[in-house]
């Protein structure tokens, strides 16, 4: 199970990765509209940077990957139409809750690209249906998973947190002070957090929950009582005080094996497949024409 954990998780990563390609094509791509190319976004003394040059740079270093990527989308989605398979909402919605609520922080998700989120793990999802279509995973096998596995189809309580952390008590009833007269959470969080993770994030710490290693019972049961937009007040850490706003409570479920079924079976067929989670064994089946470059050599 750890195993399988630690595959999905590098899965996530990797899917935040081509959200980060795709917004990397939005620059590459749509800014390109035949005005502003030498428009000056740079100056270094005397000696400018143009929009064309910023957007040449940009396509040298990841013009091929980008383009390859959007190559996968769309080999993933004619495929998907041919064999006829579909991704339901509730499969992407519980799949973007694990994300959330269990790996928010450490695979990168922000709160604002939850819909590029949704559409990468539709077409992660349409690609492990498209690569394990012929693998035949038994009833008895999937339940059985399930009986073995059940605490990992489960949620627990989830808290979507920001922190300001300082050095003392004094500091910290001084910033919750600021925080009653109107000063922005985040904007103090950058300014006088000594987490510098955090600090850097406006403060955001992501999603937190009772089986957070990190965190104390008593630091989670603080959480408990803050109403979503407010704060707490001084919380005390090891070396160090707390302030915490909570933005969002995304309360547990427990899911039955029906709910879960066809993620099992595509647990089970992933990790019986030798070669890594790719589209490049659909490109063979798919009419693919380059004009960039040597790309279709790579």
Not at 39 to 46: D, H, I, N, Q, S
Not at 54 to 74: C, F, P, T
Not at 175 to 203: I, P, Y
């Amino acid at each position: 199970m750890k195993k399988e954990r630690l595959k999905r998780e590098s899965l996530w990563i990797v899917i935040a990765g081509l959200i980060l390609l795709n917004c990397l094509t939005v620059a590459l791509f749509l800014s390109k509209d035949n005005t502003g190319f030498n428009e000056v976004v740079a100056k270094v003394g005397k000696e400018k940077i143009t929009r064309q040059d910023w957007l040449n740079e940009m396509e040298a270093r990841y013009g091929k990957e980008i383009l390859s990527e959007l190559v996968d989308q769309k080999i993933i989605e004619t495929a998907g139409k041919k064999y006829g398979i579909k991704i339901s909402d509730q499969a992407i919605d519980r799949e973007l809750m694990v994300i959330k609520t269990m790996y928010g922080s450490s695979v990168g998700y922000q709160s604002g690209e939850e819909e590029k989120w949704k559409q990468q793990i539709k077409n992660s999802l349409m690609l492990e249906e498209l690569l394990t279509k012929d693998v035949k995973v038994s009833e008895e096998e999937l339940k059985k998973y399930f009986e073995q596995n059940e605490s990992q189809f489960n949620l627990p309580d989830s808290y979507h947190i920001s922190k300001i952390v300082v050095n003392s008590k004094e500091e910290a009833e001084q910033t919750v002070k600021e925080l009653e007269q109107g000063s922005n959470f985040a904007v103090l969080a950058m300014e006088r957090s000594v987490d510098e993770f955090t600090a850097s994030l406006g403060g955001d710490a992501g999603y937190v929950n009772e089986d957070s290693e990190r965190y104390s019972k008593e630091f989670i049961q603080t959480i408990k009582n803050i109403k979503p937009g407010k704060w707490s007040k001084p919380i005390k850490l090891e070396d160090t005080y707390a302030i915490v706003q909570l933005h969002e409570y995304i309360k547990g479920k427990e899911y039955a094996f029906k709910e879960v079924k066809d993620e099992i079976r595509r647990l089970i067929a992933v990790e019986q497949m030798e070669a890594p989670v790719s589209a490049k064994p659909l490109w063979s089946d798919a009419n693919v024409e380059w004009f960039y470059g040597d790309l279709e050599a790579q």
